[in-house]
């Protein structure tokens, strides 16, 4: 595996707490990128990071706010938790952003009650 | 606006059959195409970009520009080919740099 982790693994939650997940990783990619995996709707692009302070958004970002303030930490944001956004979100980081291909950290399960 | 669509939630075969999973995308510009599968209790990870033109555990994928299609052979499933299979995208479009996964396809290789 790629040397990437994330924490924490496991996370359960109320309704209106903010929540920060970590990215962690040890290759010195430029690119990573945060993802929520969901029944019926495969992986999504919440936001991505193309270089220190450098974030743009994907496809699903309302309610996330990301910070990259060095190369090896991409950090993802609920600010005020909801239900909906119960998921199992991954980081992922790569060499380029098109074609290069795409690691995947182990995953971290967040319930929101 | 669903830019990659795998038809298939849950695909069985028996063991020694041929195998086809499909993946159609829509998007507009070159884009590039790939499979990545997660296999029990492991990450999610590669299998093949069309790219290389690779073939990987016996698996090949064409991207077919016409049919707008990258769909995912095997001539003959083995067990350890029982995994979950996404098909993604990457693009360059006006929002900047995009990367669409399908929903998946659940295979299950039979013995």
């Known amino acids: 595996d790629a040397g990437i982790t994330q924490s924490p693994r496991h996370k359960v939650t109320e309704t209106g707490t903010p929540v920060t997940l970590r990215c962690h990783q040890t290759e010195n990619h430029r690119y990573m990128y945060w993802y929520r995996q969901d029944p019926g709707h495969g992986l999504r692009l919440i936001h991505y990071?193309?270089?220190?302070?450098?974030?743009d958004k994907g496809e699903v970002s309302d309610g996330y706010s990301v910070s990259r303030s060095k190369t090896e930490d991409f950090l993802l944001t609920l600010e005020s938790a909801t239900s909906s956004q119960t998921s199992v979100y991954f980081c992922?980081?790569?060499?380029?952003?098109?074609?290069?291909?795409?690691?995947f950290g182990p995953g971290t399960r967040l319930t929101v009650l | 606006a669903q830019r990659v669509t795998q038809p298939e939630k849950l695909l069985s075969v028996f063991k020694g059959a041929p195998v086809e999973l499909k993946c159609n995308y829509s998007?507009?510009?070159?884009?590039?195409l790939f499979w990545y599968v997660q296999y029990s209790r492991q990450r999610l990870q590669l299998l093949l970009r069309?790219?290389s033109r690779e073939s990987i555990k016996g698996f090949t994928a064409d991207l077919n520009k016409g049919e707008t299609s990258f769909h995912l052979k095997k001539p003959f499933a083995q067990e350890e080919d029982s995994a979950m299979y996404y098909c993604a995208l990457s693009g360059l479009d006006d929002t900047g740099n995009q990367f669409y996964f399908g929903t998946g396809t659940s295979l299950t290789v039979i013995p």
């Open positions: 998007y507009s510009g070159s884009p590039e």
């Open positions: 069309h790219i």
């Open positions: 990071s193309y270089g220190v302070k450098d974030t």
């Open positions: 992922a980081i790569s060499g380029r952003p098109s074609t290069d291909t795409q690691y």
